[in-house]
């Protein structure tokens, strides 16, 4: 991706607990992304937030099950941020308890590309 160029943000809601054949489903959409050679990829854990069913999930330090809100956010060529959406979609789809994406235009002032790894 250059440098001064228009392309797309996917930001995909759903919960840090959400499965899909037995994985994480904001890790499998990162490794998928990864797998794509989209520009890149990051997952947030919000400390409180609802969805359409209306029931809250915050952070709570007693708690042993950390059920909270999580954004999925990846940016490319609008091109390939549909193409991505249109491959992740059937597992969206599939979720139990729903979630939400959302595109918007953005651009990006500075891709600057360090030493490959695949965990830091």
Same mark, same amino acid.
């Given at each position: ?8 943000? %996917? ?11 037995? #994985?994480?489903?904001?890790?499998? /959409?990162?490794?998928? =992304?990864?797998?794509?050679? %989209?520009?890149? =990829? ?13 029931? /809250? ?42 979630? %939400? ?14 030493? #490959?790894?695949?965990?830091?």
């Amino acid at each position: 991706m250059e440098n001064q160029t228009k392309a797309l943000l %996917l930001r995909i809601f759903i919960s840090s607990t959400d499965q899909y054949e037995h #994985k994480n489903v904001y890790e499998s /959409i990162v490794l998928q =992304a990864k797998e794509k050679s %989209l520009a890149g =990829a990051t997952v947030f854990k919000g400390i409180l937030g609802y969805g359409a069913s209306s029931a /809250i999930h915050s952070y709570k330090f007693w708690e042993a099950a950390e059920k909270l809100p999580t954004v999925v956010e990846i940016i490319d060529e609008e091109e390939k941020i549909n193409g991505f959406f249109e491959s992740i979609r059937p597992m969206l789809e599939s979720m139990r308890f729903g979630c %939400l994406a959302t595109t918007e235009p953005v651009r990006v002032l500075l891709y600057k590309a360090g030493e #490959k790894r695949m965990f830091s």
